[in-house]
T-cell receptor
Framework: AQKVTQAQTEISVVEKEDVTLDCVYETRDTTYYLFWYKQPPSGELVFLIRRNSFDEQNEISGRYSWNFQKSTSSFNFTITASQVVDSAVYFCALRNPYTGTASKLTFGTGTRLQVTL | DAEITQSPRHKITETGRQVTLACHQTWNHNNMFWYRQDLGHGLRLIHYSYGVQDTNKGEVSDGYSVSRSNTEDLPLTLESAASSQTSVYFC???????????FGPGTRLTVL
């Protein structure tokens, strides 16, 4: 069975602080994909990143960075110099590669990030 | 531009009524999914489809049904709405292979 755990329910930071959102996953598969989605107060789900299990390189996109560590089954997300616009709920998700009937996403319960001035 | 739409965006209904939520995508994706989002549970999969005439149950499928008669649409039906089905419903689609899922804007359903 697959499972994604986001232990941090809510995080509150002051603008310009760095913040890390944790994601720990469980899967028996050696090939899988990990995702992060953002859900701003407007409610839509916005895709942020996809990472496959064979690529452990960290990724940076502007103020966003992701740290993938297979040894600890973690895929953490860091926002550097946070801004009020980063306030949202962030979801981590896990997916097996498409093998006919296995492309479903398993979501964590989300972390609500509140960035204040 | 390709997109995925849901209608209605908001719906209030009464217990016992049948309700259908529409999902339409123009990505030409084979895979389509319905999720519900509830506080403390994240997104949970209700039903999914990998192509026309294909439908499968997700982890919370009781009380819901779907049908896939074409590539673009996957309507979700609540046969007899219950208060426990008050939630925000998201439709998503993806291509075969490793494609990420694209989500619709969501439908907020209230069952009184």
């Amino acid at each position: 069975a697959q499972k994604v755990t986001q232990a941090q329910t809510e995080i509150s930071v002051v603008e310009k602080e760095d913040v890390t959102l944790d994601c720990v996953y469980e899967t028996r598969d050696t090939t899988y994909y990990l995702f992060w989605y953002k859900q701003p107060p407007s409610g839509e789900l916005v895709f942020l990143i996809r990472r496959n299990s064979f690529d452990e390189q960290n990724e940076i996109s502007g103020r966003y960075s992701w740290n993938f560590q297979k040894s600890t089954s973690s895929f953490n997300f860091t926002i550097t110099a946070s801004q009020v616009v980063d306030s949202a709920v962030y979801f981590c998700a896990l997916r097996n590669p498409y093998t006919g009937t296995a492309s479903k996403l398993t979501f964590g319960t989300g972390t609500r990030l509140q960035v204040t001035l | 531009d390709a997109e995925i739409t849901q209608s209605p965006r908001h719906k209030i209904t009464e217990t016992g009524r049948q309700v259908t939520l529409a999902c339409h995508q123009t990505w030409n994706h084979n895979n389509m999914f319905w999720y519900r989002q509830d506080l403390g549970h994240g997104l949970r999969l209700i039903h999914y489809s990998y192509g026309v005439q294909d439908t499968n149950k997700g982890e919370v499928s009781d009380g819901y049904s779907v049908s896939r008669s074409n590539t673009e649409d996957l309507p979700l039906t609540l046969e007899s709405a219950a208060s426990s089905q008050t939630s925000v419903y998201f439709c998503a689609s993806s291509s075969r292979g490793s494609g990420e899922q694209f989500f619709g804007p969501g439908t907020r359903l209230t069952v009184l």
